[in-house]
């Protein structure tokens, strides 16, 4: 099957698991699988698997930023 104009084909071994996702946003498994189901969270499903485009994830996370928000550093420094 031919990719979509305008958008380059995905290599498979590219494409993040709901741990993948759940790891690098912080969450628990099972809120990946709700925001994926309420298409809350761009995904795509491999047969009966979820899958997520690393790509669009962080674009996703992106988005999710107010623009006026700002980034305040965490002091990890031991007391």
């Known amino acids: 099957m031919a990719p979509e104009?305008?958008?380059p084909p995905i290599a498979a071994e590219c494409l993040w698991t709901v741990h993948d996702v759940?790891?690098?946003?912080?969450?628990?498994?099972n809120a990946v699988y709700e925001m994926a189901q309420k298409a809350e969270l761009p995904s795509l499903r491999?047969?009966?698997?979820?899958?997520?485009?690393?790509?669009?994830?962080?674009?996703w996370l992106a988005r999710q930023r107010a623009p006026s928000a700002a980034v305040v550093p965490i002091d990890r420094r031991s007391p």
């Not at 491999?46 to 674009?59: C, D, K, L």
Request: aromatic share 8%; proline share 8%.
């Open 5 to 7: 104009p305008g958008r």
């Open 22 to 29: 759940s790891a690098f946003l912080r969450v628990g498994r």
């Open 46 to 59: 491999v047969g009966a698997r979820v899958r997520f485009v690393p790509e669009e994830i962080r674009g």
